[in-house]
């Protein structure tokens, strides 16, 4: 599904006294939200003063956002940025885009129902489609993704022996 806006992160703290803010990424390598200069706050478009990666948290600091207390103010709040301002690869996508997308078996046309979740594992995500029966297709581009296109709504797949869950 087509997406003006990616929610890419959640402020979890504060750290330290002058006002920084801890960032949760969603599901990216932290390392992604230091490319960005604008995000998105409560609708509002900030950029921040600081942007850096400390461990597996993003390190920001906001102008006006200048001790502890205002930072953790900001405690569970969504930073998204713009779809536009991210340029990912051809035919890379953030999970929120994926999910809604109608899936259809590649060999037989069959709609096989809509992507529902996106889960992370260890070797690569897995999505789960559900319709008439439920299946967990690898997100491997090539050996189970044929194509995506978010402007279709539709993903083509293929389908092996095993994937759909009511299968043993």
């Not at 997308?101 to 995500?125: N, Q």
Request: glycine content about 8%; overall charge negative.
């Amino acid at each position: 599904m087509k997406l003006d806006t990616i929610k890419v992160g959640k402020i979890v703290g504060a750290h330290g006294i002058r006002g920084e803010v801890r960032v949760q990424p969603r599901d990216a390598d932290p390392h992604m939200l230091t490319g960005f200069s604008t995000f998105l706050l409560d609708g509002q478009l900030v950029r921040p003063t600081a942007n850096h990666v400390h461990k597996n948290i993003v390190l920001m600091k906001f102008l006006g956002v200048d001790d502890m207390n205002a930072a953790l103010a900001l405690r569970d709040k969504v930073l998204s940025i713009r779809r536009s301002d991210a340029h990912l690869p051809e035919g890379v996508y953030f999970d929120d885009e994926l999910l809604g997308l109608d899936v259809f078996d590649a060999d037989t046309g069959a709609r096989l129902g809509e992507l529902v979740a996106v889960e992370p594992y260890p070797a690569h995500k897995v999505y789960t489609v559900r319709g008439e029966r439920e299946y967990l297709i690898p997100a491997v581009p090539g050996a189970f993704i044929v194509s995506t296109d978010l402007d279709t709504n539709r993903m083509d797949v293929h389908v092996w022996e095993g994937m759909a869950s009511d299968e043993h």
